[in-house]
Structures are given as C-alpha cells and as structure tokens.
C-alpha cells in the first residue's frame, strides 16, 4: 500500500473503530466531543475514526528494510494458518527493539528512543490512536519506559527510575499495595 495523501480515504473497509471511506486528515482527531451511549441499543458512538497513521509503523512505509524483512514474516506465518480461522485476517505490521551496542539501551530515566530501531513510529491505532503523531510517543517504549512513576493518588509516593516501570502492569500493582496498606 502506498503512502497517502491526507485527502485520500485510508481504507474502503468498515473497521468497529473505522467508517469506510474516511480520509486520512479526518482520522484521529481529539477535538470532538465525549462519547455518548444510545440507550435504546447500549452501544457507544464512535468519537472518531481511527487509523493507523504509519502503515508500516516507519516513515518510509514496507518499502524500508525494516518493512522488506516483516513480509516474509508474515508470509511465513500466514502459510501455517488455515484460511476458514479469523487468524488468516491479521499480520505483523512492525516491532521496535533496541541496537545491542546502543548506549543507554538499560539506563534508567529513559525513554531510549536513541537506542531504538525498527518499526520506530508504530502505534496501535485503536489503544494508542492519539499518540500515533506526538512528538516523542511514536512507539511503545514511549510509555512503557523507566522514567519515574507519579501515582495520580497524591498520598503515593512516587515509583523512583526502574526498569520496573516498563510495565503498566507493575505500576498497578505499586498502587494498589501502597494504598491497601495506608
């Protein structure tokens, strides 16, 4: 798939989180209202139309060696699948991971987005839709990093640089014994 313009539409297939069709300048907007429920039908409405801004989760798209060596990939991978299973419909779009010799790959108070290649600006477009372009949050180790960790409970001290706070999981769990035991 080429790059595309912002006033080409992303895709002619309906997606639960994309309405066919949409352009590339009307995904992921954040200036729109809070989502409401149809109580008649207890579904929510869709705020905005999500997609995914760098397809190949590279500014230079699968054309990039990064992108050449996930094909193969999922060709492999797909060859395996049998084709009546939902499987058949998904595939790697892009990993990041971290240069073996990079300085500060295990320093602490990092986001080590200078020690990162691969799929350097990918994001998930459905948990991730509003930070697909933000300068510095393109990828997972944006979060998931060892920077300090400020619990949004004022009474929880903060988690010092650890490479604990990786885990969104880790943290949790940091609250909740904190404040189970105050």
């Given at each position: ?125 459905v948990i991730e839709t509003f930070t697909q372009t933000e300068s510095g949050q393109h ?44």
């Amino acid at each position: 798939m080429p790059t595309i313009k912002p006033s080409d539409p992303v895709s002619a297939t309906a997606t639960p989180f994309y309405a066919a069709n949409t352009t590339l300048a009307d995904c992921n907007q954040t200036n729109l209202p809070v989502q409401s429920l149809n109580d008649a039908t207890q579904e929510f409405s869709v705020v905005t139309q999500a997609c995914q801004s760098y397809e190949a989760g590279t500014i230079g798209g699968f054309a990039t060696d990064n992108g050449m060596a996930i094909q193969p990939v999922n060709a492999s991978a797909l060859s395996e699948i049998p084709d009546d299973t939902i499987a058949k419909g998904y595939f790697e779009v892009g990993a990041v991971w971290s240069k073996a010799d990079a300085p500060g790959v295990s320093k602490l108070n990092s986001t080590f987005q200078d020690a990162l290649v691969g799929s350097n600006v990918l994001s998930n477009p459905v948990i991730e839709t509003f930070t697909q372009t933000e300068s510095g949050q393109h990828n997972c180790l944006s979060c998931h990093n060892s920077l300090q960790f400020q619990p949004s409970d004022p009474n929880i001290p903060p988690l010092h640089a650890s490479m604990l706070n990786l885990s969104h999981f880790l943290m949790q769990i940091y609250v909740d014994t904190y404040g189970a035991m105050q």
